[in-house]
């Protein structure tokens, strides 16, 4: 877990240097400030400092990567926290809906479990929300287990009320499904998608993926 500590000194010379000639002789910064702000952290890590909510694994938070409509491919760097850039797509498909992770959780690829979020808007990086499970994407990437939770937004009043997967017009699942088979073809990568699963396999899914994480961070107190 990544934390920022920003010393008394430092962020008083900090001030000093960048303050402009005419505040000079204001004390913008007061010592209680100063004191206040040398025993604060801030955390940095969305897999890990991110609670997944009460509510799991039915409703859960997930943190966006890449927003619907875009080439390019975000994901979090897990050393930092940060979202990154990765690449931007080969072919000129774009993300059908909000693509992300779910906080702690971890699955066998040593990734938190990916998330695909059906709503109304576009969702910048970084962002978070709450969304629902209504379905399973079983998944092959280049021989390895990828598997997709589909969710939709909990507080988006146009798809709030699915509850599985059945419920979404079969020409939506087609969507999902062409988008993961190709769109790492000009990358001469084999992808292969399975039957889309019910609502009850997504929550299993994220359950198991809930405990594994508990299991590994438990396994690293231990070390």
Not at 22 to 45: D, F, P, W, Y
């Amino acid at each position: 877990m990544a934390l920022v500590s920003w010393g008394r000194r430092a962020v008083r010379q900090h001030f000093l240097v960048s303050r402009p000639p005419s505040m000079a002789g204001t004390a913008v910064l007061n010592e209680r400030i100063l004191s206040s702000m040398s025993q604060k952290h801030v955390a940095a890590h969305p897999w890990h400092d991110l609670e997944i909510g009460p509510g799991a694994p039915e409703v859960f938070n997930c943190v966006v990567e890449i927003p619907r409509g875009g080439k390019v491919k975000y994901e979090l760097d897990k050393a930092s926290g940060l979202i990154k850039v990765d690449r931007v797509l080969y072919s000129s498909v774009v993300y059908p809906h909000n693509y992300g992770f779910i906080p702690r959780t971890l699955c066998e690829d040593s990734d938190p479990m990916d998330v695909l979020i059906l709503m109304q808007e576009q969702v910048v990086p970084g962002c978070f929300l709450r969304a629902r499970a209504i379905g399973l994407m079983p998944m092959i990437d280049q021989g390895e287990k990828d598997d997709k939770i589909i969710a939709v937004c909990a507080d988006d009043p146009e798809y709030r009320h699915y509850t599985d997967i059945k419920d979404l017009p079969p020409h939506r699942l087609q969507e999902i499904r062409r988008f993961f088979e190709d769109y790492k073809k000009n990358e001469n990568k084999e992808v292969a998608v399975n039957e889309f699963l019910p609502a009850k396999d997504a929550i299993d899914a994220i359950k198991y993926s809930m405990d594994l994480y508990g299991s590994y961070i438990i396994e690293g107190l231990r070390k």
